[in-house]
């Protein structure tokens, strides 16, 4: 299995995993900070748009590969407000963005040290 068609497997894998936990009835695990849930969406939308750069880049622009991983950000707040159990956060939906600028941004300044 080629190095390309790993990352495409660990990408779509990780979607999976995002939507299922996503879905999912919350538990509340022990809070250190108020702000903590914020940032494991930050950190997880980041890994996801990394994963998606190694997967896809090639043949994606990261413009487009941040807006439609933003879009399924969307599209799971949406879902989550629309079962029993979980509500959707438009600030869980900024720091999923959050995350996406952040890798983006470092991504695309690699190499461009003096």
Same mark, same amino acid.
């Given at each position: 299995m080629s190095l390309q068609a790993r990352f495409k497997f660990f990408f779509w894998t990780a979607i999976l995993a995002v939507a299922i936990l996503? =879905? *999912?009835?919350?538990? #509340?695990p022990h809070e250190l900070v108020s702000w903590q849930d914020k940032v &494991? &969406?930050?950190?997880?939308? +980041? *890994?996801?748009? *990394?994963l998606a750069i190694c997967a896809y880049g090639? /043949?994606?622009? =990261?413009? /487009?590969? +941040?807006? #439609?991983l933003a879009l399924f950000g969307l599209l799971m707040e949406i879902a989550q407000s629309m079962t029993a159990y979980r509500y959707g956060d438009p600030l869980d939906f900024l720091a999923n963005i959050s995350g996406i600028l952040l890798v983006g941004i470092a991504y695309? *300044?690699? +190499? /461009?040290?003096s």
């Open positions: 996503s =879905l *999912l009835p919350i538990i #509340v &494991h &969406h930050s950190v997880a939308y +980041g *890994l996801l748009f *990394l090639y /043949r994606f622009t =990261l413009w /487009r590969i +941040g807006v #439609v695309s *300044l690699r +190499g /461009r040290r």
